[in-house]
């Protein structure tokens, strides 16, 4: 695929997704849905159709692949018109799993495949509900949040008509920012019951044990998966940090961090002495998988994450003075840790350290500071300006940098209005149902909804954080989600921000 194409593609791709974040009416929105996840394939099937090589030599047999798809999605669209609820909680299943696939260039890509699926399933329903005689009802979405959501979007894909890598650029659009517009748009149009927050919450708990059980197996045995690197890593270190059934320890760790905010939001509002101890059980289960995966950003995430939640269930005072105390504590443990690696022991790459790669992007960020080098330039422009040899960590691990340096001021003010507008839309209303702000949690309705609101914010929270030590703020669908299902509940509760009516 030509580059013209692919940044066409993305603009095209970014302008469908506009439609479904923003339009009113059910049936304009799914056409929207249905472009948007159409280009996305588009531009997907561009970067890997050479590795298609060996199926399109064989008509019949690329025939019969696509029909199999096909009949696959079909199948899951029929599932979820029949039981609705299936869509949000299979979209809540498939967002950990990645699987690594080919793309151009003869490189591997853990994407995620199952989540696709569902998706696809789900805009096929979606579409068929909205052409319903009884289907063409309005959409409540919190329009703030969807307007700064499509902008970072558009820009994204708007400056990757100047970067140095646009197949790069092209791949995070097809791959994780348009599908991701798409779940958000099916995530926050369901109303979330209690019912359905406990399945949902069942699901995450669920998964994250069984993440963790793996890890502790791998650390027990020795054995890693899927990524050699960190095989080889291991052997400089006098610890053995795993990876359990993702690619990266820091997103293994960042998946069980935020599994355990929200298994402690659930549990701080728990009265049954039974339940309690289970939530608790499982929660040290969780934490001792997040151990062996020694990812010290996901040590910091989770307690930013509990202290976000200790503010907001009891007293933002008292978590204000905890919090540093607590933060000095761990951040002396780590560097004991990292302190005891025997780090002269085998070859030592210099640009590896996230302090070069952040000190090299602010110097790419100056270089450009207002448009930048364009979307997802940084690893090319870092290697170029710092001699790195192919192969070496061309990383920045620092969303904020990543962003200056690749979009420049227009990036960053941009990057800035979603954080601001994700927080005001996630904790609106909350003064008047968080007691740690003198509310009450009966004054929100449901206290299900008022604990799962407290609990999205707390994983938002450390979310957030975690991006700015190791990145992928809009390239985790951890984001969406949280986004997606908190704004749905601050729709639901009356407390959403909105704009004026348009008249």
């Known amino acids: ?52 090589a060996d199926l399109r030599d064989s008509p ?12 696959v999605l079909a199948a899951l669209a029929a599932l979820m018109l029949r039981w609705p609820i299936l869509l949000p909680l299979a979209l809540i299943a498939a967002l950990p799993f990645r699987i690594p696939i080919g793309v151009g260039g003869g490189e591997d890509v853990n994407l995620l495949v199952p989540l696709y699926a569902v998706l696809g399933a789900g805009v096929l329903a979606e579409a068929v509900a909205a052409l319903r005689p009884n289907g063409a009802s309005k959409v409540r ?29 092209t791949r995070n659009v097809g791959f994780f920012l348009i599908p991701f517009a798409v779940m958000f748009s099916l995530l926050a149009e369901v109303r979330w019951t209690t019912r359905l927050l ?14 963790a059980a793996i890890g502790l197996g791998q650390h027990i045995t020795g054995e890693i998966f899927w990524n050699e690197a960190l095989e080889m890593s291991n052997d400089f270190h006098f610890y053995l940090r795993v990876n359990s059934l993702f690619w990266d320890p820091n997103i293994y760790g960042r998946y ?18 039974r339940r309690a101890l289970a939530l608790a059980g499982a929660i040290a289960v969780l934490f001792a998988g ?15 994450g509990v202290a976000v939640l200790v503010a907001l269930r009891w007293s933002v005072t008292w978590a204000a003075i905890a919090t540093p105390v607590v933060a000095a504590i761990a951040i002396a443990g780590l560097i004991t840790i990292g302190n005891g690696t025997d780090s002269n022991r085998g070859p030592k790459i210099n ?36 001699d790195v040899k ?21 990036g960053v003010l941009v990057y800035l209005a979603l954080l601001a507008v994700a927080l005001w839309t996630l904790l609106s209303g909350m003064r008047r149902v968080a007691p740690g702000f003198g509310g009450e949690a009966s004054a929100g309705g449901e206290q299900g909804l008022v604990a799962a609101r407290m609990a999205i914010v707390a994983a938002f929270g450390g979310l957030i954080l975690h991006t700015i030590g190791y990145a992928g703020y809009l390239t985790d669908p951890l984001t969406w989600a949280l986004l997606a299902i908190g704004g749905a509940i601050a729709m639901q509760t009356g407390t959403a921000p909105t704009l004026p009516s348009r008249r």
């Open 1 to 52: 695929m030509s580059a013209f194409l692919e940044v066409a593609g993305c603009i095209g791709a970014a302008a469908a997704a506009g439609v479904a974040l923003l339009a009113d009416e059910r049936r304009v929105r799914a056409l929207g849905l249905l472009v948007a996840l159409a280009l996305a394939l588009a531009l997907i099937a561009g970067q890997g159709w050479d590795e298609l």
């Open 60 to 71: 019949p047999a690329f025939a019969a692949a696509i029909a199999g798809g096909a009949l």
């Open 141 to 169: 979405i919190p329009r703030p949040l969807a307007l700064a959501l499509l902008a970072a979007i558009a820009l994204y894909a708007a400056q990757a008509s100047y970067s140095n890598d646009i197949g790069f650029a």
């Open 198 to 211: 406990k399945l949902g919450f069942a699901v995450v708990i669920g998964e994250a044990l069984l993440f």
């Open 256 to 273: 069980l961090a935020m599994a355990i905010v929200i298994s402690l939001g659930v549990l701080v509002w728990t009265a049954e002495r």
């Open 290 to 304: 997040l151990c062996v995966a020694f990812s010290q950003t996901s040590f910091i995430s989770l307690l930013a």
């Open 351 to 386: 640009t590896e350290g996230r302090t070069t790669l952040i000190s090299g992007g602010i110097d790419l960020a100056q270089e450009r500071p207002i448009y930048g080098h364009g979307s997802a330039s940084f690893p090319e422009s870092f290697a170029e300006q710092e």
């Open 390 to 410: 192919k192969g070496e960590n061309t990383v920045s691990h620092n969303e904020p940098v990543t962003v200056a340096a690749e979009q420049g001021a227009i």
